[in-house]
């Protein structure tokens, strides 16, 4: 009923992503996005390009975009020497690449749960690798989502190009 309310007021504003799925009562006039990728010229400080990390599904009568951000970007990014930066979202569970230059997402690959933690690049076989930890198990709890199976255990996951 108080969600009902609020949004005959006008747009709502939360938070954090998880406000509406979790409660409807926490509204706050702070908004998305809620994570951000931000790229500095170290020389002159100034900011070259700022993108949201992540997204949300947030019901389309909240007015919250799906690029708004991640509400678990508990991570770091990973730069490659072939300017991208890979970086995972626990909340979406994607794993992206962006373009250094102009922060522009390149690729995307949905991983079977969360992540909760850095990339890491390594060579075998003449092959780059970029291994993601896939930390499904951390947090999870299953009073929040009683309709969802457990996530799958953790693990690691690595990709590469074709050969």
């Not at 900011?47 to 799906?66: D, Y």
């Not at 499904?136 to 009683?146: E, K, L, T």
């Amino acid at each position: 009923r108080a969600a009902n309310e609020a949004l005959s007021k006008g747009p709502l504003r939360f938070t954090s992503p998880y406000d509406f799925m979790f409660t409807s009562t926490y509204l706050s006039p702070i908004g998305p996005p809620w994570s951000e990728i931000v790229a500095y010229d170290l020389n002159t400080g100034d900011i070259k390009w700022r993108v949201p990390h992540g997204s949300v599904a947030a019901p389309e009568a909240l007015g919250i975009k799906a690029d708004s951000g991640a509400h678990w970007p508990r991570g770091g990014l990973l730069l490659t020497g072939g300017g991208l930066l890979f970086a995972a979202s626990g909340s979406d569970k994607t794993f992206r690449a962006y373009d250094r230059r102009t922060g522009k997402v390149v690729w995307t690959y949905t991983l079977p749960a969360a992540s909760d933690g850095v990339p890491a690049s390594y060579e075998a076989g003449g092959r780059q690798f970029i291994l993601v930890p896939v930390a499904a198990q951390h947090g999870w709890n299953p009073a929040h989502f009683p309709t969802l199976p457990p996530p799958p255990a953790s693990s690691y996951m690595a990709f590469a190009l074709p050969e």
